[in-house]
């Protein structure tokens, strides 16, 4: 099992609080393959953290949180694997 914590920069803060509520009931409902997701949003930037079995360098969660990224927030800053620990 791994667990992976990615970022997402530059956020405009009226719709960062909204959006990590909203990215994370997407995981929770529809995206069920990654288990315990977290999204939290500060200081312009949202905070991934989900666990899986199947993603050891995150780039399958990177890529299903930048879909997630563009239904609702459209444009956004850089994003980056920050860790990626087996637990």
């Keep these: ?6 970022e997402c920069l530059d956020v405009v803060p009226a719709l960062g609080p909204q959006a990590a509520v ?3 009931q997407e995981f ?14 500060a200081d312009g930037k949202l905070l991934l953290v989900a666990r899986n079995d199947f993603d050891a360098d995150g780039k399958a969660l ?4 930048w879909d997630c990224l563009a239904a609702y927030l459209g444009e956004h800053g850089a994003m980056n694997i920050l860790s990626v620990e087996q637990v």
């Design 62 to 65: 990177l890529d299903e949180f």
């Design 1 to 6: 099992m791994y667990k992976i914590t990615i």
């Design 22 to 24: 909203d990215i994370e």
């Design 28 to 41: 929770r409902a529809d995206r069920t393959w990654h288990e315990q997701p977290s999204c939290t949003y």
